[in-house]
DNA sequence: TTGTACGCGTTATCAT
DNA sequence: ATGATAACGCGTACAA
């Protein structure tokens, strides 16, 4: 009774409801929503009206159904509290509404597990296509991807065998640049603190552990990780760690990304150790942080807006039959040098 | 024809297909995806091979239809670059998780027109409940709202009126406890710095100005504002610009975020002025780098992800008929006195 | 416990 | 340019 005094409680306004107001056929209605141009002025007018006064809003799932056209790009990231993320997703927000698609997100957690459970519930959405990260997925995660027939990409890194198209960069070969342009600064003892561990953050440090390898400088007991997620907190630790394992010898540091490397910036001051003249602090990322906190810190820039806009637009180039330039692409990074290491 | 080569470009598996092959209805395939006790063992084990040797993954938009029930919760935030929203949404997604629910997430731009856009668009899914943030809507906005008849939560602040159920604080309370906090540490001269300057940014400053004005220390000019978008360079210029209008008398100021903060920060040890010795900043947020950066920020702190966890609490609770215990949450906030106010 | 018939709201197809 | 009819894939209501 209550309920019923507001006639919101009435049920949601359908095609048919527009149509006997309008006084025209229910495909009419249908017409002056998705193909105006193919309907008379003066229905369009009538129709428009009754639709307002109505309140009418489409109903996509009965859409979705009659015409197998969800509207909705499903994107899988890792995690949400990743600040990494947030600029692709950006890139990604951006083209998918100037294409008018919905995006469908889910955090995986870091779990190709939760990956695999994630992926089934973008997919019972009947996405149009898929945004996801990296290539560490399930084989049957890999099967239904496959099976949904519709454009996948793959970002955040290059994959050799992608499932479909891809758009990231090496990080094999940015931790492996790293380690060079610390060696080339002056550095003689170098060493790594990584937090999280996940794929893209393994090959970094292989990437920086081969350069040192190669070149004879590798100390393996100054490779310092730990799985837990990355933090400021975490840096700090991580760089007691590494200093300790050197014997206070270390001068030269790569942290996996720019969490881990603040932290170690800010224990450095607060231990009396100068960066970079005692100590070289690279990090990974470059947040806007990075540019201003003193000293500035060398890190390596990612254009991760232009990531996500390039993955979302490979997906509207292919659903719209233009065939995208290239399924593959390397987006690149820069190592931008500043304080906290030495100039060469 | 080379598109035919794989079976995957066969159509998807429905309940019909599986039924088939497991010589039951598709009722009862229905039954197992939905109430797996309501079916013998037998017939269970028969319909599961079948779902897996098919690969079948359910419609969702067929679901929908038939049920009116979509298992989507709609989320509107102004920016997904702010990372203010990420905890927020952490604590929406773990839940709504938890219960089942899809999250589809929109970026509103911090555009009531926009907004109202975004909003007709997540209606057009038919979300089982709505999370929007703030008290900002548009008339039209609100209509939708409240016609489609389902829970919505405010987020983010309290409202004097809102419209279904809401979870927040008061800014304008939190900017006054700030002024009087500052005022406390010895503070004389005391300025704000706000960017974005949406409607919480300007409660803040709202309650600051209150305070000061209270005690006839309220110096307009000190109040430096921009529509732009808070970023850690505008914190460095927005300093400069307060001091200057202080003739450097300034010795106290409160940054809309913790962003602001730390460009004022920054650019503070870039003039060689000390803090909190001949400056007080504090900021609005507390990230982590506040907490560990040198000298530690004092920030007001809020219960981001718990906002977001108990957001998504009021809605479970309102979809599975258990009254919530309020409709209307007040999440508080705390000051966290740090190095760079005075100690009193 | 299992199945049948029908409807959910929309669009595709084919007519007019 | 407009309309009638039949899907789309699933769940509800009821029947067996």
Do not use: W
Request: aromatic share 4%.
């Amino acid at each position: 009774m209550a309920g019923r005094t507001r006639n919101s409680s009435s049920k949601r306004a359908t095609l048919a409801d527009v149509a006997r107001a309008a006084n025209v056929s229910a495909i009419t209605v249908s017409r002056v929503l998705n193909h105006p141009d193919k309907v008379s002025d003066e229905l369009k007018n009538r129709v428009q009206q009754a639709i307002d006064s109505l309140g009418y809003i489409p109903n996509q799932s009965a859409s979705s159904l009659a015409s197998s056209k969800s509207g909705v790009i499903g994107v899988c990231i890792p995690s949400l509290s990743n600040v990494v993320f947030n600029d692709v997703l950006r890139g990604i927000y951006q083209v998918a509404g100037e294409g008018n698609y919905k995006v469908l997100l889910v955090d995986t957690h870091y779990s190709p597990l939760e990956e695999e459970k994630m992926v089934r519930t973008l997919l019972s959405q009947s996405p149009e296509a898929m945004i996801i990260t990296g290539g560490d997925q399930t084989r049957s995660c890999e099967r239904m991807l496959s099976q949904a027939n519709i454009p996948v990409v793959q970002i955040m890194e290059t994959l050799e065998q992608p499932l479909d198209m891809n758009v990231g960069f090496s990080h094999y070969q940015a931790g492996y640049d790293v380690a060079v342009r610390l060696l080339e600064t002056g550095c003689h003892t170098l060493g790594f603190i990584g937090a999280r561990m996940d794929t893209r953050v393994q090959q970094r440090m292989n990437g920086f552990m081969a350069a040192l390898q190669e070149r004879d400088r590798l100390d393996s007991k100054l490779i310092v990780t730990t799985p837990q997620p990355s933090s400021i907190a975490l840096g700090g630790e991580l760089l007691r760690s590494v200093i300790s394992a050197s014997g206070g010898k270390v001068d030269g540091i790569f942290c996996c990304n720019d969490d881990l490397a603040m932290g170690a910036l800010f224990e450095s001051q607060r231990m009396n150790i100068q960066v970079p003249s005692q100590l070289a602090l690279c990090g990974f990322n470059d947040f806007e942080a990075s540019a201003y906190i003193n000293p500035s810190l060398t890190s390596v820039h990612v254009p991760r807006f232009e990531m996500g806009v390039k993955a979302a637009q490979m997906i509207l180039d292919q659903l719209q039959e233009r065939v995208p330039a290239n399924r593959q692409v390397d987006i690149g990074y820069e190592i931008v040098m500043r304080q906290s290491t030495a100039v060469v």
